[in-house]
């Protein structure tokens, strides 16, 4: 079992920064993938960015590109989600999933879900 717990959101302002951290708990050994989504009232789930654990291998939806930077502290099970330039529009529910499997897709079944950490972003 993974457990996953997310932290760092809070309120902003256009243009400001935050920095959001999902740290694995438990049996992470062999978790091949990390993924941010967020969920914003009344909109599906949206997949933001993903990492491959072994590699550090990063992508990005179009939506933050450029904006947003993943990184990883192996040694503390952390992965980070560095968001710049945030606009009203980045205000959500921001998730961190897991995943063992070898193929890694924000439109699949992921194993491992946190609870979530509220960003809201102010015009």
């Known amino acids: 079992q993974v457990q996953l717990v997310e932290s760092g959101g809070h309120s902003v302002q256009a243009g400001g920064s935050q920095r959001l951290s999902c740290v694995a708990f438990g049996y992470t050994y062999g978790v091949n993938c990390i993924a941010w989504f967020r969920q914003a009232p009344g909109k599906e789930r949206e997949g933001v960015a993903l990492?491959?654990?072994?590699?550090?291998?990063?992508s990005y939806a179009d939506s933050v590109k450029g904006r947003f930077t993943l990184s990883q502290d192996n040694a503390k099970n952390t992965v980070y989600l560095q968001m710049n330039s945030l606009k009203p529009e980045d205000t959500a529910m921001y998730y961190c999933?897991?995943?063992?499997?070898?193929?890694?897709?924000?439109?699949?079944?992921?194993?491992?879900w946190g609870q979530g950490t509220q960003v809201t972003v102010s015009s």
């Open positions: 999933a897991a995943d063992f499997r070898s193929y890694c897709a924000y439109d699949r079944p992921w194993q491992y």
């Open positions: 990492i491959y654990a072994a590699t550090g291998s990063t």
